[in-house]
């Protein structure tokens, strides 16, 4: 258990609203990263953050923002949310394996776009 | 050409058989491998790292071919509750730890 929660769990939104998804961790990691999956495209990167008020862009980032006020949150945000932008959404830590770096997943946010 | 490419399957097999999953990448300088499983509606998790000598975690064995850019994964002995997908990853060298993740192979295994 990598200590990851994101919240909500579950929203469903409409087009032209603004959206703040939150990730919550307890062991002190540095690095935290947002992703997306959809069908057909498994997980790709959205933005990732290397520290407080650190952060850089994924590669699919645009319609995205994020802030990393605390070590232990980091929050994405849709500014304006689109109907493609309907997908789960995972936030994850960096974490080491022997000498190598793996990533630990929170249990993700399920949002639908209408 | 993709990065992380997998055959997204489903497989399906009868409890006790044994498969295997492969998957190629195209980084010639990926130095870490790795399988995650995915069950239904979870967040992924780490099954285990794939090393250049193979590696075997009771009926799992990873193996990795650096000539030909190529990761396995066999499972012995299949069991119900190894119905899931699995994502073969790969790392992209950098500070960050970038990770390159295949969209996944389902497995079904049926009684």
């Known amino acids: 258990d990598a200590g990851i929660t994101q919240s909500p769990r579950h929203k469903v939104t409409e087009t032209g609203t603004p959206v703040t998804l939150r990730c919550h961790q307890t062991e002190n990691h540095r690095y935290m990263y947002w992703y997306r999956q959809d069908p057909g495209h498994g997980l790709r990167l959205i933005h990732y953050s290397y520290g407080v008020k650190d952060t850089d862009k994924g590669e699919v980032s645009d319609g995205y923002s994020v802030s990393r006020s605390k070590t232990e949150d980091f929050l994405l945000t849709l500014e304006s949310a689109t109907s493609s932008q309907t997908s789960v959404y995972f936030c994850?830590?960096?974490?080491?394996?022997?000498?190598?770096?793996?990533?630990?997943f929170g249990p993700g946010t399920r949002l639908t776009v209408l | 050409r993709k990065e992380v490419e997998q055959d997204p399957g489903p497989f399906n097999v009868p409890e006790g058989a044994t498969v295997a999953f492969n998957c190629t990448y195209s980084n010639s300088a990926s130095q870490s491998f790795f399988w995650y499983r995915q069950d239904c509606r979870k967040e992924p998790k780490l099954l285990m790292s794939v090393y250049s000598s193979g590696n075997e975690d009771g009926r799992f064995t990873a193996q990795l071919n650096r000539a030909s850019q190529y990761i396995s994964l066999l499972i012995r002995d299949s069991k119900l509750s190894d119905s899931a997908t699995y994502l073969c990853v790969v790392n992209i060298p950098s500070n960050t730890g970038k990770l390159i993740f295949g969209q996944g192979t389902t497995l079904q295994v049926k009684p």
């Open positions: 994850a830590i960096k974490g080491s394996l022997d000498w190598q770096f793996v990533k630990y």
